[in-house]
């Protein structure tokens, strides 16, 4: 029985014992100074040494480890905070470039209406024809603001088609990319004429060039002012490539725009100079 409530207590009675045994030797100590008394402390001491140590190092590891789960936690809320600001300058500073990149847009645009001897009305682009490979736009212009059908529509870098639609507050671009689109064009270097005509890849084709034409690869195409609907001079783009082929009447030439048209935001709509309203120039395939 002694031995059951022994081994059920064996925690209790050990340190029972060992607080009974260090009340004997001091004791001891008080009641006389023998020889013995520093070898039973030194033992005392080799016994309880290494639970000591080992108090002392869970305490240290337990406050270490909470001191790191602290600052840890700390130092994922200053993660976050320091995220968020830097998302936050992110935002303003595309917002700066993008207000710099209007801005520059705008000034091309003004310094282009300043050149130009046209009266004409700035646009936003509101809208693309997904369907058709991008070949017609929809400008935040329209017949209040003085634009009307088969009127022309340029940027800073060139031509970029004519109004074929119009309501009160917007309209409807052709770009001269659409197959349907036929653009007279006049070649600086060679001065000769053809019919500019688009086509589904985006490039551009001239037709209709005399077949004893000296045409160059980079020459630079522009409008030839004939059939009304585009003013003479506007860039087109350069020549590409010439095809003569032999016994052919007509040579051709490929021809690479001067406009990004996948990356027009704002254009300009010539919407008078000073001459009599202008008629289509679309062609039948």
């Not at 022994?6 to 045994?21: C, D, E, G, P, Q």
């Not at 023998?34 to 005392?44: N, Q």
């Not at 490039?203 to 002012?225: F, N």
Request: glycine share 10%; net charge positive.
């Amino acid at each position: 029985m002694i031995l059951r409530l022994v081994a059920k207590y064996r925690r209790t009675v050990v340190l029972a014992s060992a607080v009974l045994f260090s009340f004997l030797l001091l004791t001891m100590e008080v009641r006389r100074e023998e020889t013995l008394t520093p070898f039973l402390k030194r033992l005392l001491l080799e016994s309880v040494s290494p639970f000591l140590k080992a108090t002392a190092y869970l305490k240290r590891s337990a406050g270490e480890i909470w001191d790191s789960h602290v600052d840890l936690r700390f130092v994922r809320q200053e993660n976050v905070r320091l995220q968020g600001e830097v998302e936050a300058l992110r935002a303003r500073l595309g917002a700066v470039e993008e207000g710099q990149r209007e801005n520059q847009r705008l000034k091309n645009l003004l310094g282009l209406r300043e050149r130009e001897p046209f009266h004409v009305v700035a646009a936003g682009i509101v809208g693309r024809d997904a369907t058709n490979w991008f070949h017609t736009l929809l400008i935040d212009r329209g017949l209040r603001d003085g634009v009307e059908r088969h009127t022309a529509v340029i940027t800073s870098a060139g031509l970029v088609g004519q109004v074929v639609e119009a309501s009160a507050s917007s309209a409807r671009v052709q770009l001269v990319t659409d197959p349907v689109s036929s653009v007279g064009v006049l070649l600086q270097g060679s001065r000769v004429t053809g019919l500019l005509v688009g086509g589904q890849s985006g490039r551009l084709r001239i037709r209709y060039l005399p077949v004893r034409a000296e045409v160059q690869s980079g020459e630079v195409v522009i409008t030839s002012g004939l059939g009304g609907v585009y003013p003479k001079g506007i860039l087109v783009g350069k020549v590409l490539a010439v095809d003569g082929r032999r016994g052919a009447l007509f040579q051709e030439a490929t021809v690479e725009p001067s406009v990004e048209f996948s990356q027009l935001e704002e254009v300009l709509v010539i919407t008078g100079q000073g001459s009599r309203p202008v008629r289509s120039q679309r062609r039948e395939e």
